[in-house]
Nanobody
Framework: QVQLEESGGGLVQAGGSLSLSCAAS????????MGWFRQAPGKEREFVAS????????YYADSVKGRFTISRDNAKNTVYLQMNRLKPEDTAVYYC?????????????????WGQGTQVTVSS
């Protein structure tokens, strides 16, 4: 069992930056590939970024590539999402999740532990 808690969301103007954190507790955090997803009102939850357990491999959705950076600190049991050059279309609830080990890393069904989410709102 892994418990995840996101923080760092808020309201920001277009072009601004926000940094999200996801603190993990429970089973050894360092053994999990971690992902960030987001869900806008009326839309399905979508993949944003993922990072391997060693932080040696990262993967991004095309919509955020070059603007967002995922990182992790296994000593602090925390994964981060640095979001720069934010756009109004980035507005969503952002979730961190722990990968189950099976399935595509971009698929929500491949993650079996989720946080409660944090709201990010980007004004134009």
């Amino acid at each position: 069992q892994v418990q995840l808690e996101e923080s760092g969301g808020g309201l920001v103007q277009a072009g601004g930056s926000l940094s999200l954190s996801c603190a993990a507790s429970g089973r050894p955090f360092s053994s999990y590939l971690m992902g960030w997803f987001r869900q806008a009102p009326g839309k399905e939850r979508e993949f944003v970024a993922s990072i391997s357990w060693s932080a040696g491999s990262t993967y991004y959705a095309d919509s955020v590539k070059g603007r967002f950076t995922i990182s992790r600190d296994n000593a602090k049991n925390t994964v981060y999402l640095q979001m720069n050059r934010l756009k109004p279309e980035d507005t969503a609830v952002y979730y961190c999740a722990a990968y189950s080990g099976a399935g595509s890393v971009v698929s929500t069904s491949a993650y079996n532990y989720w946080g409660q989410g944090t709201q990010v709102t980007v004004s134009s």
